[in-house]
């Protein structure tokens, strides 16, 4: 099977970022995502441009468009979102976003009545009925398809440090998990989810799919629903490891580390240089680590079984794509990712919120809702 490649300008960069719908009386799940894609849609229109549906009618997803700079993305989102919010007050309606819900359960939730929903569904039963978590996906433009599957697995050397970064799901049906990110390893229970195969040429990628389509595990390649994946038709190298980012400056925060990482990594491609990648063990050992730990991860360096606190090693890395950043004119938001290992990563926000209101989770949610409102990660 024949897998075209659209080259994109490089690093250029988009945003995909899954929003939950929550009753502002209760904290719970509202199933409103209908009623609030029906407002949205431009006259004559079949959908809103940047406003979407998602698996669950408690969840709809805001897209930017594809841009040049992290600013950009930022003011394409917050659009959408005023034009969200503008129609849910009105319904006693906020949106939140985080790996999961602290509380509501996943049996009380309605599906989007599409054939694609059902299907999956229909195939995965259980684990599929329970997927009620969110995240944040990002596209960076990529400028030859030789380059997609090298940087795909560079980047997978930094997945923990993005996982750590955005994890924000300890909470799964009002318990505490013990994770930091929970839905990390729920996601992964899906066919064809989790990381990737680590294939050396663009052909071993295209004989995966052809086997995957001739056995029937998918009826396209976007069901390959991989933490990092090449998106052949945008042209880009899609990061999908995120869980749901609470506030626009993590989006920024998370958009720019992606951006310098995937550039950095095609200039020095450019530059004849074998890309460093770790072996699959490591790859998957790193994830449970991040997922388990967050920012207290000691993660795998390197084939040689090296290992570092991945916040110390986050620290040099963002040191070392400060110039990068400045290029891309992305300074100011690589910078909110310190404010992220400053103030801590959501998990360990809503924590502090739980223990502060003796283990509320009413109080969790609030605090969600209250961080998506002002759009910056909350300082103590």
């Given at each position: 099977m024949k897998i075209d490649f659209t080259p994109s300008r490089r690093s250029t960069v988009g945003a995909e970022w899954e929003l939950a719908l929550v009753d502002r009386r209760t904290g719970e799940l509202s199933s409103v995502a209908e009623q609030v894609l029906d407002a949205v849609r431009p006259g004559g229109e079949e959908e809103h441009p940047k406003i979407k549906q998602e698996l669950l009618l408690n969840t709809i997803e805001v897209?930017?468009?594809?841009?040049?700079?992290?600013?950009?993305?930022?003011?394409?989102?917050?659009?959408?979102?005023?034009?969200?919010?503008?129609?849910?007050?009105?319904?006693?309606?906020?949106?939140?976003?985080?790996?999961?819900?602290?509380?509501s359960t996943w049996y009380q939730q309605k599906v989007t009545d599409k054939e694609r929903y059902a299907k999956l569904i229909d195939r995965t039963q259980w684990w599929g009925r329970q997927m009620l978590i969110y995240g944040v996906h990002v596209h960076v433009g990529v400028d030859h398809r030789d380059k997609a599957l090298?940087?795909?697995?560079?980047?997978?050397?930094?997945?923990?440090?993005?996982?750590?970064?955005?994890?924000?799901?300890?909470?799964?049906?009002a318990e505490d998990t013990g994770y930091a990110s929970n839905r990390a390893l729920m996601f992964q229970q899906l066919p064809t989810a989790g990381l990737p195969f680590q294939f050396r040429k663009w052909t071993e990628l295209e004989s995966?799919?052809?086997?995957?389509?001739?056995?029937?595990?998918?009826?396209?390649?976007?069901?390959?629903?991989?933490?990092?994946?090449?998106?052949?038709?945008?042209?880009?190298?899609?990061?999908?490891?995120?869980?749901?980012?609470?506030?626009?400056?993590?989006?920024?925060?998370?958009?720019?580390?992606?951006?310098?990482?995937?550039?950095?990594?095609?200039?020095?491609?450019?530059?004849?240089?074998?890309?460093?990648?770790l072996p699959p063990w490591h790859v998957q050992e790193n994830k449970w680590r991040a997922a388990r730990y967050?920012?207290?991860?000691?993660?795998?360096?390197?084939?040689?079984?090296?290992e570092r606190l991945v916040t110390d090693d986050t620290y040099d890395l963002l040191n070392r794509l400060e110039p990068v950043a400045r290029r891309l004119d992305c300074a100011d938001e690589l910078r909110s990712v310190e404010t992220i290992l400053t103030c801590g990563p959501s998990y360990l926000r809503q924590r502090a919120v739980a223990k502060q209101y003796n283990g509320s989770l009413r109080a969790v949610v609030a605090s969600l809702i209250a961080e998506m409102r002002d759009g910056k990660i909350a300082r103590s």
């Open positions: 897209i930017s468009g594809i841009c040049d700079t992290i600013a950009e993305v930022k003011a394409d989102l917050n659009d959408s979102l005023d034009v969200v919010h503008s129609v849910l007050d009105p319904l006693g309606v906020e949106l939140f976003s985080a790996g999961s819900h602290p509380f090298p940087i795909l697995d560079a980047l997978l050397k930094y997945a923990p440090h993005l996982q750590a970064l955005s994890a924000s799901s300890p909470y799964w049906g995966y799919v052809d086997d995957m389509f001739t056995t029937g595990v998918i009826d396209h390649f976007s069901e390959i629903r991989w933490d990092i994946r090449p998106a052949p038709h945008f042209g880009t190298i899609e990061m999908r490891v995120c869980d749901g980012l609470p506030t626009l400056e993590e989006v920024g925060a998370i958009s720019a580390l992606t951006q310098c990482l995937v550039d950095d990594f095609s200039a020095r491609l450019d530059d004849g240089e074998i890309l460093p990648a967050g920012v207290d991860a000691i993660v795998i360096l390197d084939a040689a079984g090296n």
